[in-house]
């Protein structure tokens, strides 16, 4: 059974600044500003980025519109914070301290007020040190606004608790709220936290136990007769008599080394990175088997990506929204009281969705979406040699071309929005069953792994959204290229620095088109999941009864 959807509490405003102390010690402070849409609650988070040891007591101005006030709450202790004192906002702040020139009313002006405090007000962030001098850096001005709008400042002292976890060894976070704005899901929240906090950091041990276990979700029931199939455009996939088919997958994820070979680590070490499949014993990086006719039943898979008219046909018709709506569908425009794909679009990929949109589009049909070793299977063909893993590309060894025949250009203008190709715009980029846009058009929805306190899911098949990197590796860093190595048509492992490792210009393709890379993304909320990126088709297993009459 899948697990359910759901809303996140907050969405990103932004992230601000770092905040270095001009004294002893250096300490570093990013802080990050999320709302929830209506604008009745913000969560601040407070990250040191060097070492604190100790608990560090620091002073937070938060700035507000004058015209209402907020509690305050200690998110990560779950405790309610006092307010030392509230005053206009001026100074280094850059917050516009005269007086609210009417327009429109009360009411008007409120509003106003209000959005323009939510979306540029910025925390400042001041600490206690030797000398007594603290740290600050000064907010954005707002907009150009009228009426003229005016800022109260309210100050909170928080405490930051010392020797945390990997880089980040102080973290803090305030929850600021209306009153009587807080929902039963957040007071469950500050309640856990409290409960959490109880025990300091520093009494827990340092002692690695190992990674936490990962179950794969299993896939639902959904079987489908051939003729069914066929009408929504799925094409069989099988393996016969005694043909095998020898799943092989790297993740390319960049933390704990990456390969042997690897010349910027010292180690090779990748237990607990990536993914973990039924088989395993533990989540790492390289992931094999192979598999009989018996372990891997025939299945029908969309011969093409769900497009824009097929997702808009199953909006009308299950009248399907999605509980958590904030980025939804987000390339359609709006039409009458709902939205529809821009005419010319019809043809595309959809994007913008979940994992649970998908799933759900799916699950319309009476399909589901296909788990990884099947996508594979259906994108790479059994018909490899037994020395030696299959295909490095749909097509066969050879790399795309750069002609835009086997898979699209690669989008790298940041300057021009990103749309992918007509589903079927590259028939010479077929796997050998007949599936379109395997790789190179969007990045595919496939399985997901829980354990007992993430969830993520594998992504294949890469994106034509490639932008330019400005990084000392030419790399995208945290969703680079593909697997940390390539191999070509022999089989010779080559190993690049993370991502690309060449430049665009050189008609090189990233290594998430071959398909020995898959990518592992964190799944957080269906809001923050869905990217303009990521598409997805269906599967559905074989109706043997169906077949044998």
Known sequence: ??????????????????????????????VSKFANATEQRALYLIVSTADIGANTTMELELPRASTGTFEYYDAYRGKPLA?????????????AGSEATESGGASSRMVEEEAAAWRWGVPKVSAPSSSGAGLGAAAPSPPAASPTIRFTCDYVSLSIEGQGIGAYAGIGAVLAARPQSLSQTDRALLKI???????????YSSRWRGPLPQALVPSPNATLDEGTAGAQGMVKVQLTGAQAFTFEVV?????????????YNAYYDTLGVDVMYPWEKSPGREHSRTFSTA???????DEHLVTNQKFEHFMRSAAYQPRDELNFLRHWVKHHL??????????????????????????WRGARLPQEVEWQLAAQGADQESRRPGRLYPWGDDAPDGSGKRVPKPRTDLSQPFAPDDVGSHPEGESPYGVHDMVGSLWQWTSE??????????????SAYQPASTDQFGDNWYFPGGAPYTVDASRTPTFVPFGNGVPWGSGKYPRNYQLSSHAKLLLMAPSLDRSGGIGFRCAADVNHTAAAL
């Open 1 to 30: 059974m899948a697990p359910p959807s759901r809303t996140p509490l907050f969405e990103p405003f932004y992230t601000a600044f770092a905040l270095n102390a001009t004294k002893p010690p250096p300490t570093t402070f990013a």
């Open 83 to 95: 307010v030392t004192r509230s005053v206009p906002c001026g100074g280094d702040s850059g917050l």
């Open 193 to 203: 936290m409290a409960e959490h906090t109880k025990t300091p950091l520093s009494n």
């Open 251 to 263: 993740g390319s994820e960049i933390e704990d080394g990456c390969c042997p070979f690897n010349p």
């Open 295 to 301: 372990d891997l039943p025939p299945f029908y898979i």
């Open 338 to 363: 709902t939205k529809r794909p821009a005419q010319g679009t019809e043809q595309q990929p959809v994007r913008w969705v979940s994992l649970e949109d998908a799933r759900e589009y799916c699950a």
């Open 449 to 462: 792994f829980l354990d007992e306190r993430t969830r993520a899911a594998t992504l294949r098949g890469g």
